[in-house]
């Protein structure tokens, strides 16, 4: 069995069981595999977590910021519906990578900073053709994010309950934030301003239609 195989039924038995449940003969004995085989790989039980809180994030990281050859405002709402996608598909890694995973890992918390430092800045190109911002405006995207976090988590946690918002419908509502946290930052830093109106739908209803993106 290859490292990527690892990963990929790590990623599966993490997301059923708690860290501290499996051992690593629990681990091998799902995988199929010999117990030196892991420790060949990753070293560690720890250092086998990590890889699979990394993959995830490289997976999520992907999903949110591809189509780099959209224009600024779709690009936008496709990396807002990947984003919510792969929160959707993959609640229990969602999970990890946002709230830090097993305890407070430090290693674990670097790689959910990286990846927020990674969306903000697929979201300020999107917005405004570059991905490094002045200070201000990368506080107002990092507010922005913090939120998108949250609402997500809640959202994870009671899909299946017919009065919750499809993806599209909380997507829409998102991008909606987003544009008054844009228009706040150009408030506050004139070289950064928000896409303009054109750009938007006319309606404002425009925003609650399905976004396109991955099915």
């Not at 070293?43 to 997976?59: F, M, N, P, Q």
């Amino acid at each position: 069995m290859r490292r990527t195989e690892l990963i990929a039924t790590g990623r599966k038995l993490f997301a059923d069981t708690s860290y501290d449940a499996l051992s690593m003969d629990d681990i091998a004995k799902q995988a199929g595999v010999a117990k030196g085989l892991i420790y060949y790989y990753f070293t560690s039980k720890r250092g086998y977590y990590l890889a699979i809180v990394e993959d995830s994030v490289a997976e999520l990281v992907a999903r949110a910021g591809g189509d780099t050859e959209l224009p600024g405002v779709e690009r936008v709402r496709r990396t807002i519906d990947g984003y919510l996608y792969y929160a959707e598909h993959h609640r229990a890694a969602y999970r990890t990578i946002v709230t830090g995973g097993v305890g407070s890992d430090a290693e674990v918390l670097a790689i959910r900073d990286s990846v927020r430092e990674e969306l903000v800045a697929t979201i300020a190109d999107g917005a405004y053709g570059r991905r490094a911002l002045p200070p201000i405006a990368r506080l107002a995207l990092v507010g922005w994010l913090s939120g998108v976090e949250g609402a997500t988590l809640d959202w994870i946690g009671a899909l299946g309950d017919p009065d919750q918002p499809d993806r599209a419908r909380l997507g829409a509502l998102l991008v909606r934030q987003l544009r008054a946290t844009l228009t706040v930052i150009e408030e506050f830093v004139p070289e950064c301003p928000a896409p303009p109106a054109s750009e938007e739908p006319s309606d404002q209803r425009g925003d609650l239609v399905p976004v396109t993106g991955s099915p």
